[in-house]
């Protein structure tokens, strides 16, 4: 089975730079779509970013876009979420998570099969 282990969380100042990582251990995965979660305390887990492994295409929430960027490794199976101008609002556990691409990839969490541990992002 594909897993997933994330690095890069810590704590940081508003205004802020982190860079996640989020690399698959045991098969190479092509074709997926790859995405970044977060989840607050008492919130919902929700879509931060995902990316299409085959083509790149990137897709992002509103709350982020133009201040995360998210990319891949395809070498190193590994995908990262580059996190600038870090709000306040930003701090969540982050999880990287990932479903065998079949059409569009989306935003939703309950469409990904393959999750992380999560990495902790704190902005203060």
């Known amino acids: 089975d594909v897993q997933l282990v994330e690095s890069g969380g810590g704590s940081v100042q508003a205004g802020g730079s982190l860079r996640l990582s989020c690399t698959a251990s045991?098969?190479?995965?092509?074709?997926?779509?790859r995405g970044w979660f977060r989840q607050a305390p008492g919130k919902e887990r929700e879509g931060v970013a995902r990316i299409a492994t085959g083509s790149g295409n990137a897709y992002y929430a509103d709350s982020v876009k133009g201040r995360f960027t998210i990319s891949q490794d395809n070498a190193k199976n590994t995908v990262y979420l580059q996190l600038n101008s870090l709000k306040t609002e930003d701090a969540a556990m982050y999880y990287c998570?990932?479903?065998?691409?079949?059409?569009?990839?989306?935003?939703?969490?309950?469409?990904?099969?393959?999750w992380g541990q999560g990495t902790q992002v704190t902005v203060s």
């Open positions: 998570a990932a479903h065998p691409r079949n059409g569009y990839c989306s935003l939703v969490p309950v469409d990904y099969t393959v």
């Open positions: 045991r098969y190479t995965i092509s074709n997926y779509c």
